[in-house]
Structures are given as structure tokens and as C-alpha cells.
């Protein structure tokens, strides 16, 4: 999954938990606190499939 791809999907998966939080909880807060903890994970998650796929090309040319 490329950037761009990633950032429409992680958008719109921190809608649908900022959505479903809202109309569960009927706090705005409440809300835009889930989405953005959804985004923080989302990030991460991200962040180490880019550590993993540059680890296993290092691996891939050392050998």
C-alpha cells in the first residue's frame, strides 16, 4: 500500500470510529478522542510495516 492509499484509508477509519463513538456515546469529545487514538495506532502500525519491509530488503541484499 503506497502513501497516498494509506492516508485516504486511515481517514476514513478514524471517521467510521469517530462516527460510531459518537452516536454509541453521544459526546463530540468522546469522539474526536477515540479517532485520534485511532489515528495514533494506525500511525504506528504504519510506521513499523515500513521499519519491517526495509529490515527484510537490508536482509535480502546481505545474503
Known amino acids: ?3 497516498p492509499q494509506f492516508l485516504v484509508a486511515m481517514t ?3 471517521f467510521v470510529v469517530a462516527l460510531s463513538t459518537f452516536l454509541a456515546t453521544g459526546s463530540i469529545w ?3 478522542g477515540w479517532a485520534v487514538v485511532a489515528l495514533i ?3 504506528v502500525g504504519y510506521f513499523l510495516s515500513v521499519v519491517r519491509l526495509i529490515y527484510r530488503a537490508e536482509r535480502k541484499t546481505h545474503r
Open 1 to 3: 500500500m503506497n502513501f
Open 12 to 14: 476514513a477509519a478514524s
Open 30 to 32: 468522546k469522539a474526536l
Open 41 to 43: 495506532v494506525l500511525q
